[in-house]
């Protein structure tokens, strides 16, 4: 039987900087691996304030340099994206905190995580917010990314196909 695509959201507060830079390389990485056919990923924010914008341009310009392109407009999370989705990927702790609290059944799928459980350097375990900050936060915030959206397409692989027990 054919396997439906695992459903990855990417969640930050605006769906402008953080967000639309983690959809745009796990994509990257899905279609360097060959993957494009198993994995649908987009991005949200909580906040509403910027939907309808496209992403920050300190955010595309981050993506330009390192061959990622970033697309879509931002958009405001909604309680079906925790249906619909099976995995949610929050920046940080207060974006997860928002989602649970949007979120009926903390059963089952979708499945909720922090981006950096999975960056081999984790820090904090959050992608911190550089909207307010210089061009080089938006840098440290792309090196944390493509660390942990690598290994989150690695462990969502061996899931996949079979290597390591589903939970
Ligand atoms: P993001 O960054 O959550 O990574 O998209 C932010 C964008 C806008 C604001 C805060 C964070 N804001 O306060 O408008």
Same mark, same amino acid.
């Given at each position: 039987?054919? %396997?439906?695509?695992?459903? $990855?959201?990417?969640?930050?507060?605006?769906?402008?900087?953080?967000?639309?830079? +983690?959809?745009?390389?796990?994509?990257? &990485? $899905?279609?360097?691996?060959? !993957?494009? !056919?198993? /994995?649908?990923?987009?991005?949200?924010?909580?906040?509403?304030?910027? +939907?309808?914008?496209?992403?920050?341009? @300190?955010?595309?310009?981050?993506?330009?340099?390192?061959?990622?392109?970033?697309?879509? @407009?931002?958009?405001?999370?909604? +309680? &079906?994206?925790? $249906?619909?989705?099976?995995?949610?990927?929050?920046?940080?702790? %207060?974006?997860?905190?928002?989602?649970?609290?949007?979120?009926?059944?903390?059963?089952?799928?979708?499945?909720?995580?922090? !981006?950096?459980?999975?960056?081999?350097?984790?820090?904090?375990? %959050?992608?911190?917010?550089? /909207?307010?900050?210089? +061009?080089?936060?938006?840098? @440290?915030? /792309?090196?944390?990314? !493509? @660390?942990?959206?690598?290994?989150?397409?690695? /462990? &969502?692989?061996?899931?996949?196909?079979?290597?390591?027990?589903?939970?």
């Amino acid at each position: 039987m054919e %396997q439906s695509a695992i459903r $990855v959201l990417f969640v930050c507060l605006g769906n402008i900087c953080r967000s639309p830079l +983690a959809e745009a390389v796990f994509r990257r &990485l $899905v279609q360097a691996r060959g !993957l494009g !056919l198993h /994995y649908k990923v987009d991005s949200a924010g909580t906040g509403a304030w910027h +939907a309808g914008q496209r992403p920050d341009c @300190r955010s595309v310009e981050v993506g330009r340099r390192n061959g990622v392109r970033l697309t879509g @407009r931002a958009r405001q999370v909604e +309680a &079906l994206d925790l $249906v619909n989705f099976d995995y949610i990927i929050a920046m940080d702790r %207060q974006n997860l905190a928002d989602l649970l609290a949007l979120s009926h059944s903390h059963n089952g799928p979708p499945r909720f995580h922090l !981006l950096r459980e999975f960056d081999p350097n984790p820090g904090d375990t %959050q992608v911190p917010d550089p /909207y307010f900050g210089d +061009a080089d936060g938006f840098d @440290r915030v /792309y090196d944390m990314v !493509l @660390r942990s959206c690598s290994a989150l397409l690695t /462990y &969502l692989e061996k899931k996949r196909t079979g290597t390591i027990d589903r939970a």
